[in-house]
């Protein structure tokens, strides 16, 4: 059981590339989600999926997208990446309330 | 929404008790009391919730005034891997937006 899985660990873009974040979990969860944590700061919401084929905006959405073709994957898309969204990205799934959180993805963009 | 407000930072010896305290004065009826931790950015782990009774579990105890207003997470032996940011979150059970805000940073000292 790994629980929250995300991918990649590191990652450096330069500005106005696109890439994908993986997040996979192996709980049966509904709920997804992703969040990004800024330096000295909170972890904000960027987008959530109450399950399958369901997906919604959190505080933060505005430069991502997001999808959930199945209930294992939440992959978070970067359109173009800027500086602004060099950050820690954490992907999470709950059951009941309970948040498990995956061990992040560390993003630069120069 | 900033819902819970929380001392930004707190030291504590190491085998005393750590009480963290919270302030959530507009939490609504349906709502209950998370609190996870954050080691040096890692996940962020869930530790405990609670609606309206005191809650104890093998990693600490949840006290909930009895208006609902305030609440105090302890931490009853800290040990210096307690050193942590603490988020106090208040949310309705099945809704998946958790909001944290920056959390009390726990220096557990030897």
């Known amino acids: 059981n790994a629980g929250v899985t995300q991918t990649p660990k590191f990652q450096v873009l330069k500005t106005g590339q696109s890439m994908t974040l993986q997040c996979a979990q192996d709980m049966n969860h509904e709920y997804m989600s992703w969040y990004r944590q800024d330096p000295g700061m909170g972890l904000r919401l960027i987008h959530y999926?109450?399950?399958?084929?369901?997906?919604d905006q959190g505080e933060v959405p505005n430069g991502y997208n997001v999808s959930r073709s199945t209930t294992e994957d939440f992959p978070l898309r970067l359109l173009s990446a800027a500086p602004s969204q060099t950050s820690v990205y954490f992907c999470?799934?709950?059951?009941?309330?309970?948040?498990?959180f995956g061990a992040g993805t560390r993003l630069s963009v120069l | 929404d900033a819902k819970t407000t929380q001392p930004t930072s707190m030291d504590c010896a190491e085998g005393r008790a750590a009480n963290l305290p919270c302030n959530h004065s507009t939490i609504s009826g349906n709502e209950y009391v998370y609190w996870y931790r954050q080691i040096h950015s890692q996940g962020p782990q869930y530790i405990i919730h609670g609606l309206k009774n005191n809650e104890t579990n093998e990693m600490a105890s949840l006290i909930i005034t009895e208006d609902r207003k305030s609440s105090t997470l302890i931490l009853p032996h800290a040990t210096l891997r307690d050193t942590a940011v603490y988020y106090c979150?208040?949310?309705?059970?099945?809704?998946?937006?958790?909001?944290f805000g920056t959390g009390t940073s726990l220096t557990v000292i030897p």
């Open positions: 999926s109450v399950g399958a084929g369901i997906t």
């Open positions: 979150i208040v949310r309705v059970r099945t809704g998946n937006q958790f909001y």
């Open positions: 999470a799934s709950s059951y009941s309330g309970n948040e498990y």
